[in-house]
């Protein structure tokens, strides 16, 4: 039964019409969330973007790969590319940024101020296959979450990470290996989209 509190997803027809790069299959995204510049974002298949998620892409562009989770609340900026690789995922409140000003001072900050007053640090954000990203956390310009990290809840991610590991804090600092996935189930899963 429908209620007045839950908005629900947009059907695949939907969808089709909103004028987005490339479109997959079986995708969910949640009937409120801000998404912008469309034309600029590829989704693949077997995707779900839930409620109060915002996703902003600039002229690089957002690329979501196959069997993506983007959970409720995420905030996505993307002026400078994201990447996200298939079977990654987004827990709550998750931030990506692409591009930030500078904290350190001798620049003005803000997006009111002219740009070439600004000093802003850029990189486009990459998580590879795998690499999960627990609530509240954020990930900052330039940064590849190598195949398979784990990233704890409210951790700060500043600098690349290793393939296969857990990294927890601010700013976050591998903690434990974590275990891989069975590429024989990886590849089955792959294989029926095709």
Same mark, same amino acid.
């Given at each position: 039964? /429908?209620?007045?509190?839950?908005? +629900?997803?947009?059907?695949?027809?939907?969808?089709?019409?909103?004028?987005? *790069? !490339?479109?997959? #299959?079986?995708?969910?995204?949640? *009937?409120?969330?801000?998404?912008? /510049?469309?034309?600029?974002? !590829?989704?693949? %298949?077997?995707?779900?973007?839930? %409620?109060?998620?915002?996703?902003?892409?600039?002229?690089?562009?957002?690329?979501?790969? /196959?069997?993506?989770?983007?959970?409720?609340?995420?905030?996505?900026?993307g002026s400078s590319g994201i990447? $996200?690789?298939?079977?990654? +995922?987004?827990?709550?409140?998750?931030?990506?940024?692409?591009?930030?000003?500078?904290?350190?001072?001798?620049?003005?900050?803000?997006?009111?101020?002219? *740009?070439?007053?600004?000093?802003? =640090?850029?990189?486009?954000?990459?998580?590879? =296959?795998?690499?999960?990203?627990?609530?509240?956390?954020?990930?900052?310009?330039?940064?590849?979450? $190598?195949?398979?990290? %784990?990233?704890?809840?409210?951790?700060?991610?500043? =600098?690349?990470?290793?393939?296969? =590991?857990?990294?927890? +804090?601010?700013?976050?600092?591998?903690?434990?290996n974590r275990k891989m996935i069975d590429r024989g189930a #990886? #590849?089955?899963?792959? *294989? #029926?989209?095709?």
């Open positions: 039964m /429908n209620t007045p509190f839950d908005s +629900g997803y947009y059907t695949d027809a939907d969808l089709k019409k909103f004028g987005f *790069k !490339s479109l997959g #299959e079986n995708v969910l995204i949640a *009937k409120n969330c801000t998404i912008v /510049n469309l034309e600029t974002i !590829s989704i693949k %298949s077997n995707v779900r973007i839930d %409620s109060y998620a915002t996703i902003i892409s600039g002229g690089v562009g957002i690329f979501i790969g /196959n069997f993506v989770h983007i959970g409720v609340g995420c905030y996505l900026s990447t $996200l690789e298939d079977f990654s +995922g987004l827990s709550q409140g998750v931030r990506i940024y692409s591009a930030t000003d500078d904290y350190s001072g001798g620049a003005f900050t803000n997006p009111t101020v002219p *740009k070439k007053y600004a000093k802003i =640090k850029r990189g486009h954000v990459k998580l590879q =296959k795998h690499v999960i990203v627990g609530s509240g956390s954020i990930i900052l310009p330039g940064c590849t979450l $190598l195949e398979g990290s %784990s990233v704890g809840a409210l951790s700060v991610i500043r =600098k690349s990470t290793q393939a296969w =590991k857990v990294y927890l +804090g601010n700013p976050a600092k591998p903690i434990a #990886e #590849e089955i899963l792959l *294989k #029926e989209l095709r």
